[in-house]
């Protein structure tokens, strides 16, 4: 389809993604209102869409998911993408639509982790290309996916003027992976690179995950820009925590769970190339005994106006294996050069 435009109407329970729009060129949703048990927008291998000043809740599925699947029959890239003015949320289905956007619902087992979020992928054999996002407020769900595990070239992304509270994962999450769903002969591990976030404000994340940026062995996320970006963790991270080395794990379905606890609570990087890290602020609601960032197969690592709080005797950066790594203007530690370290605490 060519020429589309969805405009001014409510959606409540769509049964499946209340939206799914594939192979639609030219394609604009504005002004849509959806609370709904499943995804709320898709669009899957398109070009030229625009999606404005949406409301999106979704409790069990995503909110706004770009997608690049085989659904035409081939890998078809989705690009030149806008995604702005739109707010997500995981409260309890209907209660966005009639005003009381309630967060009672439970499972079986007296916990519930909301979705609600904006995410690319998870499927992803053609690919993103030429996108941004803006202007967007997360509320009561997970936060920020960018995944190429299918094969996916995932390029020339900016992401900027986000604010989230009660987020139930990471709030920042970049996953190239080797899931490698498609054909089992063309379908190889895709890259991620030039990725730029900015302005960025965090509350009340949840204390199990940091945010993640990671690639995998012999294939690593490359020029990522994260500049004035303000986290605010639970915190409650354990000296336990602190110590563990999460598995690969690379060719699983990528989601911040994946990897169990984390040994950071402000951001675990690893298998990355070419990261600059500027006016990053990372700080927790109660304490927590993990440093702020911990880096492992990272080359090309400069980190300027850093701050991050941090409990006695607990290191801001953990390295391991990094090479060409700069600190500047991040008092109380001192401006650093490091051209190579295989293990140390800063």
């Not at 992928?121 to 997970?142: A, L």
């Not at 000296?239 to 990897?259: C, G, N, S, T, V």
């Amino acid at each position: 389809c060519r020429n589309v435009i969805i405009r001014d109407i409510s959606i409540l329970h769509g049964g499946h993604f209340a939206i799914l729009a594939t192979g639609v060129d030219n394609l604009t949703i504005d002004n849509v209102k959806i609370d709904t048990n499943r995804d709320g927008i898709d669009v899957d291998a398109c070009k030229n869409v625009r999606i404005s000043n949406c409301t999106v809740n979704s409790p069990f599925d995503d909110a706004i998911c770009p997608k690049s699947s085989y659904a035409l029959g081939y890998a078809r890239v989705t690009e030149n993408l806008t995604i702005t003015n739109c707010q997500v949320s995981g409260y309890d289905e209907g209660t966005l639509l009639d005003g009381t956007y309630k967060r009672d619902f439970r499972n079986a087992n007296g916990t519930f982790s909301p979705t609600g979020r904006i995410k690319f992928g998870t499927e992803s054999n053609g690919g993103f290309k030429n996108i941004t996002v803006s202007n967007c407020v997360f509320d009561y769900s997970r936060g920020l996916a960018l995944e190429a595990v299918d094969g996916a070239l995932l390029e020339d992304v900016t992401i900027s003027n986000i604010t989230m509270r009660d987020i139930s994962n990471s709030p920042i999450f970049l996953r190239l992976g080797a899931r490698n769903r498609g054909p089992k002969e063309t379908t190889k591990v895709g890259a991620m690179r030039r990725v730029m976030i900015s302005n960025i404000l965090v509350y009340n994340a949840d204390p199990k995950y940091s945010s993640i940026i990671s690639g995998i062995p012999g294939y690593q996320i490359e020029d990522v820009r994260l500049h004035n970006i303000r986290v605010y963790a639970k915190g409650g991270g354990t000296k336990e925590q602190a110590a563990l080395d999460p598995p690969e794990r690379e060719a699983i379905y990528p989601e911040p769970a994946m990897f169990g606890d984390l040994p950071a609570y402000g951001f675990f990087i690893r298998h990355v190339k070419g990261l600059q890290m500027r006016d990053v602020e990372v700080s927790y609601l109660s304490p927590d005994l993990r440093p702020a960032f911990w880096l492992n197969d990272v080359v090309g690592a400069e980190f300027i106006h850093i701050k991050a709080q941090r409990e006695t005797d607990v290191p801001v950066f953990v390295l391991k294996n990094v090479s060409d790594f700069s600190l500047l203007q991040s008092w109380p530690l001192p401006d650093q050069r490091l051209e190579r370290v295989d293990t140390l605490k800063l």
